[in-house]
């Protein structure tokens, strides 16, 4: 029977009870928390004849009667006051006070523990109680209590789950602003790493975001600089629209200032409709120009004049258009040295850089590799239906001695590599098509110890304590492990279990 029906069906019960058994009322009651109080949850009375009443009262109130219901006895007077015993004084007056001349009490038991009871009562008048009159009740009162059990047990769950759906909508707002902050403090999900050197790229990040200076990223391939580019515009007051992307290498010069500048319809051959440009598209935005060192040197002089006075005419248009747009470029090239070289506009250049920040390529943030290596293989994890836990420790060592030439992208395409060949949860890195690595520096004394304890950690899966850990392995506390780590920066890269 559904938990919503069984508050009717109870109470359809008494009604038929009483009926049945001729006399004038009955409440059905639960015992409170702690057995400290009775809760009478329904009740029914002929006509003319009082109703117990709604609600809880205190047991302190009944001791002799509690103590006999506790022990699961039944309890019945054909005749009150005289079938009570001395001790239930209490117990007499209350049935005075409420007209009871005869009733029976039967406990509601199960589980090993007594629920609740039913009680049913004559009024002015005495009423004997067979002993088959009993027993019936007895049943009838198992009958309630797994009613009442069952309805205890769905309630209790009704309950846990609403918690549960409270806490789970406390916790996405607590992830959201979470999130939120990541966003403030890290700029960008996908920017990962720790190194002084990336530390100092993201507070320029940070620093300039907030403004709508022009600024121009600087570094070799595959260095992220777009990711950097995103994290600005998303910081900005600008994020709520998306930020437009043009790579400058990847048009043809015949098409980049169509691309950009929009043309209306019959501005050359060909040019059957009009067609908007990124610049408009990025109006109250945000432009990254992607190599930008590859910028026609024809048109540049249409793009200063949009830096410097946020207007332009569209291909085939005398018209000028006005944007607000916030530009930031990026590029591999040295616009200093193309610019003395006349190859790209020096007036363009300094417009650009009213900020530069340079990127700083992967061999110069070795330890981000790990946290970097680690990201990678959760994302190709997912993608692969794949689980990863471990991941050998030569195969690190090597990682972070690569010098990396294509940098960031360099190192996710070897992940991806290896995710690809790797069938148990170990990682399969192959680099025997990598050539010869850079020889390696002599290390610090404080390089050292630290590399050392790096690669402990790394075979131990960041464990520390416990059978097998790092500490065990150096033969040290694992305090007095963790002390030297926080003197040598030693952080955990990624999110990885303790058990991995």
Known sequence: MPIDQIEDQINESLKSLVQFLGNDRCRFFEFGDDNAYINVTHSYAVEGCPRFPIGAFEVAQLPWFINEFGEGNCVFAKSIPDDLPPEADREARYCQEHGIQSNVAVPLRAGGQVLGGLTFAFIERPCSWPRETVLRLQL??????????????EMS??????????????LEQENLYLREQTVLRHHHGKIVGRSDALLKVLADVERVATTDAPVLLTGETGTGKELLAQAIHELSSRSGSPMIVVNCASLPATLIESELFG?????????????????ELADG???????????PLELQAKLLRVLQDGKFERLGSPDSVSVNVRIIAATNRDLHQASRDGKFRTDLFHRLNVFPIRVPPLRERRDDIPSLAWSFVETFGRR??????????KSMQRLQRHDWPGNVRELSNAIERAMILTDGDTLNLVMDDWGAERPARRLSLKESE??????????????????GGAAELFDVKPTTLEARMA?????????????S
């Not at 009704?158 to 909508?169: G, P």
């Not at 043309?263 to 610049?279: D, P």
């Not at 935005?285 to 910028?295: A, K, Q, V, Y």
Request: aromatic share 8%; no cysteine; charged share 35%.
């Open 157 to 170: 769950l009704r309950d846990k789950i609403a918690e549960n759906e409270q806490l789970r909508r406390r």
């Open 487 to 499: 003197r040598l920066g030693i952080r955990r890269p990624g999110n990885r279990s303790d058990d």
């Open 450 to 467: 630290k590399q050392q304890i790096l690669d402990v950690l790394q075979e131990t899966g960041w464990r520390i304590r416990g059978k």
């Open 140 to 153: 009838i009162g198992e009958v309630f209590a797994g009613s009442l059990l069952r309805r205890r047990t």
């Open 384 to 393: 692969m239906g794949k689980t990863i836990k471990s991941f050998p420790r």
């Open 263 to 279: 043309r209306v319809a019959g501005a050359y051959t060909g040019a059957a409709s009009a067609q908007i440009g990124r610049f």
């Open 285 to 295: 935005s945000t432009l990254f120009l992607d190599e930008i060192g590859e910028f």
